[in-house]
């Protein structure tokens, strides 16, 4: 089970995906995912809700078997050598199987010593996890009285005593408020540091920007887009503008405007008072305001902002999160998602 000596060679695959597919009921959740994930680094897959991230990181985790396709762990088939890769990896949400009536601390013992720690150091790690996670007022508590943000902290808290070379981290930061968020994006840098690779899913652009190396944009169960953020950024502009007008009827006008001076294609909001496009650089906007000075029209709002989720999503995909997250938020959808 400790895997964690493995040293992460610079090059090595800790993760090779291709071809995976998983159909559930007539509903292709993933459908044909192809991933590559260097050891060491931290890989981000991005993808708004039902996209088929949990499902693709179940596979790779030996959860749930592909349909079709196959995967390899640091070389190792994810269904040929499943005994294999279990122990080279770990997943958030294998602690949550522990008593829920026992306390962080006994957890977190527990924990240390069915990876072979001694009673004391199996103590002494307890500690220093809790301390480290900002649980130390909370460690008597059992564990049913944790809320979800403590909870998630325990979880990973656990996945460091092992500390496997490839981490799966499931939405690691979602509905954590933004101090505990910055917390876990340390702890998850210190895990790379220390040799871990680490494949996180995310819905948020920031997030991957934070942490991620290279990021996967996933979309109804395809890789629609890959590679660092810097070139996913620059491939829907770095910046992006929002403008409303004064006057409804100028908004055609404003926005042959916008896309002459920016050189860009824009949206209108679907409800028709919003123009929104890309941006290369920030400072493009004071030209775009003497043109639109120059042509008489009045502004209601106009901002310039880093590009959201929603917004490289409608650059790539040609639609936006919402009109996809509604289809999907009809199912049920597990709060707080942790467990995989
Ligand atoms: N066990 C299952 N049985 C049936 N359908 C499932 C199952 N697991 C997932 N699905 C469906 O597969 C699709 C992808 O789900 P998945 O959980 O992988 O998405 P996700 O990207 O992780 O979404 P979220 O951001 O909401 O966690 C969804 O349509 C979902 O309803
Ligand atoms: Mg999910």
Redesign the pocket.
């Given at each position: 089970m400790n895997g964690g000596q493995r040293s992460a060679n610079k090059g090595e695959w800790a993760v090779e995906a291709e071809g995976l597919i998983?159909t559930?009921?007539n509903?292709r959740?993933?459908d044909g995912v192809n991933l590559n994930v260097r050891a060491g680094t931290i890989y981000g897959v991005l993808?708004?809700?039902?996209?088929?991230?949990?499902?693709?990181?179940?596979m790779l985790a030996t959860l749930?078997r592909p349909d079709n396709g196959s995967a390899r762990i640091f070389g190792h088939d994810v269904v040929k050598e499943s005994q294999v890769v279990r122990q080279l990896i770990g997943v958030t949400g294998q602690y949550a199987s522990v008593d829920e009536s026992l306390s962080a601390t006994e957890n977190l013992i527990i924990f240390s010593r069915l990876l072979g720690l001694s009673r004391k150091e199996a103590k002494q790690k307890a500690v220093e996890l809790l301390e480290e996670f900002g649980l130390t007022e909370a460690a008597k508590r059992p564990l049913k009285n944790f809320s979800g943000g403590m909870r998630r902290r325990l979880d990973l808290a656990a996945s460091l005593i092992a500390q496997p070379p490839l981490i799966f981290l499931?939405?690691p930061t979602t509905g954590l408020d933004p101090r505990t968020r910055n917390q876990m994006w340390d702890t998850i840098r210190r895990l790379v540091k220390s040799g871990s690779t680490v494949l996180l899913?995310t819905?948020y652009l920031q997030e991957a920007d934070e942490l991620a190396d290279r990021v996967a944009v996933?979309d109804r169960?395809r890789v629609v887009a890959e590679g660092t953020v810097d070139e996913l950024k620059a491939s829907i502009g770095s910046s992006s503008l929002q403008l409303r007008t004064k006057n409804l009827q100028d908004i055609t006008n404003a926005r042959h405007i916008v896309e002459k001076v920016l050189n860009v294609q824009s949206n209108v909001s679907s409800e028709g008072g919003k123009i929104t496009a890309p941006m290369a650089e920030a400072d493009r906007v004071t030209d775009l305001l003497i043109a639109l000075r120059e042509a008489g029209i009045n502004l209601a709002e106009l901002s310039v902002q880093k590009p959201t989720l929603d917004e490289v999503f409608l650059t790539i995909t040609g639609h936006s999160v919402e009109e996809h997250a509604s289809k999907?938020f009809t199912?049920?959808?597990?709060v707080g998602?942790v467990s995989i």
């Open positions: 998983k559930f009921g509903n959740a993933v993808g708004p809700n039902g996209a088929g991230k949990t499902t693709t990181i179940r749930l499931d939405e899913t819905q996933i169960g999907e199912e049920s959808k597990k998602e």
